[in-house]
């Protein structure tokens, strides 16, 4: 099978929403029948299944949050009985009972399906080796890009992550030309080929599929630049699957949604009321094929806005924004609202410093204070007082441009900044 999906990928808009809407008819009729958690939920609002007519309609039915899966801990979203289910994934929340997600083999051959396109979509082939970065285990990163680069007749290096430097031999040796990582950790294992000073044509990679957090525009350039690759981004969340919800193409405008399987909306996070497109808001997602856990509306928490012109590669889908960040993960500040991914941008612009950072945020008395730990890229600055302490205004000025507030800028030693294998951490929230 061809993992270019033309028929589906390239289908003319008005089809591709008709097939929305006949697959949203399906899946509200078997969700009802096959769900208690949902049955009751329809019952409770007095909503009927033959209310869902088409998307249009979508927006009668509840929200999905979190909290669901908190209080239906850990199988009471399933809506198939166990010998349905093969497999199990859970994501860690950072408090509390994980959010546990299970699969029916229908559901894996759809995931695994929706990874292939991935690959195809970022240039990849049966002529690649992939070494996959990503833990391995309950987290849908490892497994879920596992088998789609498999379906495709990628050869497929199971690494997981951590262990940089096996990580590096084994690029080396083995020859990967893709490597799936998060952002972050491709960043660790770019710097780690640098310090061991390991020869360019040593390292074979083209193609960098990443996920699992965003990066901005200014991290891709230097993951590009230190690695040789395109780095393209892919998008997901274990709730609705895990990665294959999104992704980009080479030419890297936006995130193709598989809307044979996903609707998603965009709302405004305060009104739950749908946004045009183009326009910033929070990404509600339901899913049209999903047996495991078929889920209605789910507020991702995640921000982003809708792309709808058409793109480079023929794809007709309509294309997700890059993530602009997290509806918690903005932190307001003095009434500023901040993301950390504008920090990241500019910090990344800027000479001397390194593509490491954390916003620390605190209280002094009742007023909100956010410093940000810069690290230093090397030592050469180290003895000249003068060019620190410019350089620390340098930051401040050009933050303060963007963000509308003066923040205390505190520049750290190299490498001193945690390094990670999986997701950061680039907030730290004190007050
Ligand atoms: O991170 C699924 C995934 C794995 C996607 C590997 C892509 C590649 P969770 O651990 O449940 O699942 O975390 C989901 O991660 O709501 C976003 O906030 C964030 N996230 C994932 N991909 C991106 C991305 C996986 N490309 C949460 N850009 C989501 C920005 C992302 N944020």
Not at 200 to 225: D, Q, S
Request: net charge negative.
């Amino acid at each position: 099978m061809n993992y270019f999906q033309k028929e589906i990928e390239c289908m003319p808009r008005e089809e591709m929403k008709k097939l929305q809407n006949e697959k949203l008819v399906k899946a509200i009729n078997y969700t009802y029948e096959n769900s208690a958690f949902y049955k009751k939920r329809f019952d409770e609002a007095g909503i009927k299944p033959g209310d869902i007519k088409s998307i249009e309609d979508l927006r009668k039915i509840p929200f999905t949050t979190k909290q669901d899966f908190t209080d239906n801990y850990p199988f009471g979203l399933f809506a198939r009985p166990m010998k349905d289910i093969v497999r199990i994934h859970a994501s860690s929340g950072t408090t509390g009972k994980p959010k546990v997600v299970g699969y029916t083999k229908h559901d894996m051959e759809i995931w695994s399906d929706l990874i292939a396109r991935l690959v195809v979509m970022a240039g990849g082939s049966n002529e690649d080796i992939a070494q996959v970065a990503f833990g391995y285990g309950l987290f849908t990163g490892g497994f879920g890009l596992h088998q789609g680069l498999e379906k495709v007749g990628v050869t497929v290096v199971p690494m997981s992550s951590g262990n940089t430097e096996k990580q590096i031999m084994l690029l080396r040796d083995f020859g990967a030309t893709i490597l799936v990582a998060t952002p972050t950790y491709a960043l660790h294992i770019a710097e780690t080929i640098e310090e061991m000073n390991v020869p360019k044509e040593e390292i074979k990679l083209k193609i960098g599929m990443f996920g699992g957090e965003g990066h901005t525009e200014e991290m891709r350039a230097v993951l590009e630049k230190k690695l040789g690759i395109i780095s393209t981004e892919n998008y997901g969340l274990s709730e609705v699957m895990g990665p294959g919800v999104a992704g980009e193409c080479i030419y890297k405008k936006g995130l193709h949604i598989a809307e044979d399987c996903f609707i998603i909306e965009i709302i405004n996070p305060e009104t739950g009321e749908p946004v045009p497109d183009g326009e910033l808001g929070e990404v509600v997602i339901t899913t049209l094929e999903k047996e495991g856990i078929p889920i209605l509306r789910y507020r991702t928490h995640d921000i982003s806005y809708i792309i709808s012109e058409p793109c480079a590669c023929g794809r007709t889908s309509r294309r997700l924004a890059k993530m602009q960040g997290r509806t918690d993960d903005m932190l307001i500040i003095k009434g500023v609202n901040v993301f950390p991914s504008q920090v990241e941008s500019v910090l990344l612009g800027i000479d001397h410093i390194s593509p490491y950072y954390q916003l620390i945020v605190s209280k002094k008395g009742y007023t909100d204070q956010l410093e940000i730990k810069v690290e230093l890229a090397d030592d050469s600055l180290l003895e000249s007082f003068g060019q620190l302490e410019a350089l620390e205004k340098e930051i401040q000025h050009k933050l303060h441009v963007v963000l509308g507030l003066v923040a205390k800028i505190r520049l750290v030693a190299p490498k001193s900044i945690e390094r990670t294998t999986g997701k950061a951490k680039h907030v730290i929230d004190n007050r």
